[in-house]
Nanobody, 121 residues
Framework: QVQLVESGGGLVQPGGSLRLSCTASGSILGVDGMGWYRQAPGEQREWIADISSGGRTGYAEAVKGRFTISRDNAKNTIYLQMSSLNAEDTGVYYC???????????????WGQGTQVTVSS
């Protein structure tokens, strides 16, 4: 059994900041890449940022320079520091992890349940 749990979402005013967290737990052998996606109302889920186990990061153009992804490997946790938020950043933010499980061959992708971020005055 594996769980990914996101936290830190909420309501924020335009120009404000939020920090999201995502922790993977359960029967985990190792965690490879982890990332953040978001889904705005009526839109498809889109990739926001990711980070490898070695700390290499990637960002979508829409968030580059405003969002920072980081990782604590000891805690199987990633963070997304979001600043200069605007209405277009509103949506449900999901965490994704590529990980290896005890007793399961290969690497699988797992998703969290999502956390709502609303940017509004």
């Amino acid at each position: 059994q594996v769980q990914l749990v996101e936290s830190g979402g909420g309501l924020v005013q335009p120009g404000g900041s939020l920090r999201l967290s995502c922790t993977a737990s359960g029967s985990i052998l190792g965690v490879d890449g982890m990332g953040w996606y978001r889904q705005a109302p009526g839109e498809q889920r889109e990739w926001i940022a990711d980070i490898s186990s070695g700390g290499r990061t990637g960002y979508a153009e829409a968030v580059k320079g405003r969002f920072t992804i980081s990782r604590d490997n000891a805690k199987n946790t990633i963070y997304l520091q979001m600043s200069s938020l605007n209405a277009e950043d509103t949506g449900v933010y999901y965490c994704d992890a590529a990980l290896r499980r005890l007793g399961v061959p290969g690497t699988g992708h797992y998703w969290g349940q999502g956390t709502q971020v609303t940017v509004s005055s």
